[in-house]
């Protein structure tokens, strides 16, 4: 959350100082009435969104300068002094445009100004981000980490996307931040300024949506920036900004070429969603014929870790709308959850969870001995301290849920397999590389084992020290029990 004044303006409460960013150098920017500043975290559409603003202000040719000059990005620390920037955006005769990669509690805030969010999905951000991590060139690295750089050095980007998702995902570069190493985080960027969406001048954009309809995006911006475009103009201005002539444009004017191996070709990669997608599932006998079909299907949210509990939240509002994507019902039921303090040291515990969950966003009530009365009236309440009650868990089908989530799953481009035993590994000088099934082999860059008590089966096929645990879960299964 960001400190907002009488629910208007957000303040800066945080300084951003690492080695790419540097939010004092802000400080001495001087708004004009109609600046629009283009913020993200990063690899959600940026430049895209600054071509745009370019072709709507400057028209649709080719531009006077290149575009990270007319349209400067002001926090960055590894850009040189901050004066001639200033300098530059001052003597700017045409409305000016400029970027950001600040969250809304570390930026200057400019009632005049309009701010114009674009949000993506965290995965695409994450895959798009790792592309351009991995093509850093030498001479870019010694850019941030130059001896005056704020803070530890930005490390080499890791071998693959696998091997930089769970840090990325579960630890923050800034000390008040959930993710994003060793960058910033992505979630904290969009969480502050959707606090202040309702603001008259900041306009949320979605990278999806100027994908799916790039000309009905162009028109919401113009509109927001008070920009009057004749119809017969359009065609032309969204040519402009299309994928591939932005690509051709950096290639003509050798941009990105000393910052990324292979240039422009690498910075405009491909622009494309979903790519975490590529995903086959293989089950050895059928879905949900394993220890799914006896689970008790209980969908709690409190978890050992905030990310977690974040993770343990979606999962149950997924279930909720799940069959409204997928048209199968995954048999969730919010019957909600009631836990009974009868001591004093277990009512403290409880009463520091409910502060915890109700930091992150859920739903925990406190209640009395009559009002867990009045909850459950067959209950005795003569020894209850307090009552906790946590109205939005409850309880799914595991085999429904399964079937809903694979058929969803299929929807988004996975693939599943069932009756499929795996029988061996592939492997290049030591690394798994690919699977052998009895359907024949494919090739992988990961994989995960999700097999129970067969976990030992599969570490006999993969020839070498694999992190596989066997997990033998007891049951038991009656007749009916007399009362």
């Known amino acids: ?30 708004a004009r009435d109609d600046d629009v500043i283009i913020t993200t975290a990063y690899k959600a559409g940026t430049t895209w969104t600054q071509r745009i603003m370019a072709s709507l202000i400057l028209g649709p040719g080719p531009l006077y300068a290149d575009l990270w000059e007319i349209s400067a990005w002001v926090d960055a620390r590894f850009h040189g002094p901050v004066e001639p920037m200033l300098e530059r955006l001052a003597a700017q005769e045409h409305r000016r445009f400029v970027k ?29 981000l790792f592309n351009h991590y991995a093509a850093y060139t030498d ?16 490390p080499r980007c890791p071998e693959s996307p696998h091997d930089l998702w769970p840090r990325w995902i579960s630890d923050g570069w800034f000390e008040w931040e959930p993710d994003g190493w060793p960058f910033w985080s992505h979630s904290h960027h969009l969480s502050t300024w959707w606090d202040v969406r309702d603001l008259p001048n900041v306009l949320f954009v979605h990278y999806r949506d100027l994908k799916s309809d790039t000309e009905a995006e162009m028109r919401r911006i113009a509109a927001f920036c008070d920009i009057a475009v004749d119809d017969e103009r359009w065609p032309e201005l969204v040519a402009s900004v299309g994928f591939d002539a932005m690509r051709a444009e950096a290639r003509e004017r050798n941009l990105m070429a000393f910052a990324f191996e292979g240039g422009a070709d690498t910075f405009f990669f491909k622009g494309a969603n979903g790519r975490w997608r590529d995903v086959l599932l293989l089950e050895r006998h059928k879905l949900t014929s394993g220890t799914t079909w006896h689970a008790a299907g209980l969908v709690g949210q409190l978890r050992a870790t905030h990310n977690l509990t974040r993770l343990a939240k979606y999962t149950a509002e997924l279930f909720a709308r799940l069959e409204e994507e997928t048209g199968l019902s995954t048999g969730f039921r919010k019957c909600g959850y009631l836990q009974l303090a009868t001591t004093e040291r277990r009512d403290e515990a409880y009463l520091r969870e409910t502060a915890y969950m109700r930091s992150v966003g859920m739903t925990k009530e406190v209640l009395s001995p009559s009002e867990v009365a009045d909850l459950v009236p067959l209950m005795r309440t003569d020894d209850i301290i307090h009552g906790f009650w946590t ?34 590994f592939l492997l290049d000088q030591g690394r798994v590389v690919g699977v052998r099934t009895e359907r024949g082999d494919g090739a992988l860059r990961s994989h995960s084992a999700s097999a129970s008590h067969s976990a030992a089966e599969i570490q006999l096929v993969c020839p070498r020290s694999s992190p596989y645990a066997s997990a033998r879960i007891a049951r038991s299964i009656s007749d009916s029990i007399a009362s």
Request: charged letters at 30%.
């Open 139 to 154: 001479a870019v690295y010694a850019r941030f980490n130059d001896p005056d750089r704020p803070g530890p050095e930005l």
């Open 391 to 424: 109205p939005d868990e409850g309880r799914a089908n595991p085999v429904d849920v399964t079937m809903s989530m694979a058929k969803g799953a299929r929807q988004r481009g996975a693939r599943i397999f069932e009756e499929t035993e795996v029988t061996g």
């Open 1 to 30: 959350m960001i400190g907002v004044v009488d629910g208007a303006l957000p303040e800066r409460t945080h300084e951003y100082r690492n080695h790419h960013l540097d939010s004092t150098r802000w400080d001495n920017y001087a």
């Open 100 to 128: 950001s990669h600040l969250a809304a509690d570390g930026l200057r805030f400019f009632p005049e100004a309009k701010y114009i969010v674009v949000g993506r999905d965290t995965r695409d951000v994450f895959m798009s």
